[in-house]
């Protein structure tokens, strides 16, 4: 398993753990995984993706898996996610946006 968010494409940091007489030893900072069900209305069916905890915080804040695959660049995405962004945006309905009238 890779240690890398499927969303955002975290992955682990490089640096030195640093003792009190500053000797420095070679660490990894991994991110913080879980893995989390979602579900795609749009395509009826639920994934179990590895996410970071601020890749479930950005779904919460878009509002919806599937507004936020729409949302997202595709170079952070997996492979996987690619190509489910892909169905989902032949699934969905266009909107238009709102034109203000000016009087």
Known sequence: MSKKCELTGKIPMKGH???????K?????????????FTSELLKRSL?????NSGVRSVDKK???DEFLKAVKNKNLSPRLKELKKN???KSPFKKK?????A
């Open 98 to 102: 709102p034109v203000a009238k000016t």
């Open 17 to 23: 753990n640093v003792s009190h007489a500053n000797n």
């Open 25 to 37: 030893t070679k660490r990894r900072f991994l991110p913080n995984l879980k893995k989390v069900k």
């Open 63 to 65: 509002g919806s898996f």
């Open 48 to 52: 179990k993706l590895t996410v970071s």
């Open 88 to 90: 989902i945006l032949i």
